[in-house]
């Protein structure tokens, strides 16, 4: 989870990165990552389970490592007011496997 401090919103680029993880040499990772976003109340504020073709140029903007080609990797852009939030990864086929969860502040 994380805490988003003060006034006004955060617009944020949250990635859910599974298969991509394997390019990078990490074994057993999660073929098909679903992200979900909730409040700390658990309020369900965006999910995702495979990233918009639109986004890997933002990636590159914040210091994220690029998408391989075709993977079902899960990636949001949100723009949140102050709060607490969680966010959760599981496979959307059921699968199971290694994944991270990373959060970057857009500019």
Known sequence: GFTIAGTGTKNLLIRAV???????GVPG???????????SGQVLVA????FSASLPAVFGT????????????????????????????????GGAGTAIVEVYELP
């Open 47 to 50: 999910e995702n389970d495979t």
């Open 18 to 24: 599974g298969p991509s993880l394997g390019a990078l």
């Open 62 to 93: 914040v210091g994220a490592f690029p998408y391989v080609a075709g993977a079902k990797d899960a990636a949001i852009i949100v723009s949140l007011p102050a709060g607490g939030y969680t966010v959760t990864v599981s496979g959307a086929d």
């Open 29 to 39: 990772t999660l073929a098909d990552p679903k992200l979900v976003l909730q409040t």
